[in-house]
């Protein structure tokens, strides 16, 4: 025989869904390090480039671009953000990867503009100063472009 469930019973198992819905997509992100480690390691290039010698610039770029590689596979599906849970990539949209790395190409063409921008102007070490204001950029616009996919997860649970 079924077993009847009460108004007040069912409320309290669809608020407590909810609940564990919000949880889960609030899990939905890359780790706090990764971005700081980013943007460090983008002041550090910015800090190769006042040495002035082109082959240790093409160098330090190499050498993170590989280390960036091996960690980004890891942590850029927004899938662990923690080691408490590793979110289910159905409910992780599948353009995180996408949008992580379009973000980064943005940031690339943007660091040449305001380093080009700022050698126009005539100020010094204009590669470290476009380097600091992409770390900027790194530190802000990640944890917002995170925000934007766990918005988008949010959406896609909910229908």
Known sequence: MPEHI?????????DEIA???????AEIDVPAWYWWGLAFGWIALGCVTVLGNPWVSIV???????????????????????????????VVSRNVR????????VLVAATVAIALIVEALGAPQPALLASVVIAVAVLVGGPKLMAV????ADRGLRS
């Open 6 to 14: 009460s108004r007040v019973e069912a409320g309290r198992a669809l």
């Open 19 to 25: 609940l564990r819905r919000r949880q889960i997509v």
């Open 60 to 90: 330090a770029t190499v050498a993170f671009g590989v280390v960036h590689s091996a960690v980004a596979t890891r942590v850029m599906d927004g899938r662990h953000r923690s080691q408490q849970l590793s979110v289910s990539a159905e």
């Open 98 to 105: 996408s949008l992580v790395i379009g973000f980064l190409v």
């Open 149 to 152: 996919v766990r918005r988008r």
